[in-house]
């Protein structure tokens, strides 16, 4: 089982770890895909796109979480690249900051904006993706207030600015089940043997169980601007937002 470093120090750039399992692709691409005893390198999932850097000096083109192991498929870069790993083999990990940070600034803003509109209109959100500093989410409005997108801009900046600390907790499933916060974020679909439960709480503002990467307070997003509102058919609205310097 890979260890996920990142649940607990989002700010974990550098690590090394040990190859467990290895596999090479047929294809021509010559990728070749590697699991570790732990990592630092986010995986796809949750709505957050996989981290990119490198492991043992190639580049770290995928990363996907598949049972029990975090896999990352490592490319040749040309001239200069060492051997691929082995099983046994430790190797150096670095992810790249800049992509990470961006989608951490990126996935806090979320959770505000889906804070900022369950405080204001009591409505939950439906579904979402992102992509560094740009991302979309779906609410169950029928119809949209008037003059939303702005409201929604104003609201998420003010609490961007307001620095709401971000806590990431790790509670028993028999304590998460009981939160009122995370009943309305849906901690039921979790899957019972699931029995610890990473809680990322924007103090004051968003509670919900998530196993994304975030920033420390929301003061480091920046700001948002909203950049479209879309009709996805009946209780279905979508907000198109990126996410700028403050
Ligand atoms: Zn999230």
């Known amino acids: 089982m890979t260890e996920l470093l990142y649940l607990r120090d989002a700010y974990l750039t550098s690590f090394t770890a040990t190859v467990v399992d290895v596999r090479s692709s ?6 070749t895909a590697i699991a570790l ?27 996907r979480k598949e049972g029990q192991h975090v896999w990352h498929t ?7 690249d060492g051997p691929l790993p082995a099983v046994g083999a430790t190797v150096s990990g670095e ?15 979320l959770h505000v ?24 989410m779906d609410f169950e409005f029928d119809p949209v207030p008037e003059g939303f997108g702005p409201r929604i801009e104003e609201l998420v900046n003010e609490a961007l600015a ?28 979790i899957p019972e043997s699931v029995t610890e ?21 929301t003061n ?8 479209k509102l879309e009709n996805k058919g009946k209780g279905n609205k979508r907000v198109r937002l990126e996410i700028v310097d403050a």
Not at 74 to 80: D, I, P, Y
Not at 220 to 227: H, L, M, N, W
């Open 26 to 31: 047929d294809g021509a691409d010559g990728a």
């Open 37 to 63: 005893d732990r990592t630092a390198f986010y995986p796809t999932g949750g709505g957050q796109p996989h981290d990119t850097g490198t492991l043992a000096g190639l580049a770290v083109a995928d990363v």
């Open 74 to 80: 490592l490319t040749a870069s040309g001239a200069g």
């Open 95 to 109: 992810v790249d900051w800049s992509r990470r940070h961006q989608l951490m600034r990126t996935h806090t803003a």
């Open 113 to 136: 904006l889906c804070g900022v509109i369950w405080n204001e209109w009591r409505v939950p959100v439906t579904g979402g993706n992102m992509e560094p500093l740009s991302a979309r």
């Open 162 to 189: 307001a620095d709401y600390p971000i806590e990431v907790q790790f509670l028993p499933r028999d304590t998460a089940v009981q939160d009122d916060d995370l009943i309305r974020t849906k901690v039921s679909l």
């Open 197 to 217: 439960i990473r809680v990322v709480d924007i103090v004051g503002l968003d509670k919900q169980a998530d196993g994304g990467t975030h920033v420390r307070s």
């Open 220 to 227: 480091e997003v920046g700001r948002i601007r909203v950049t």
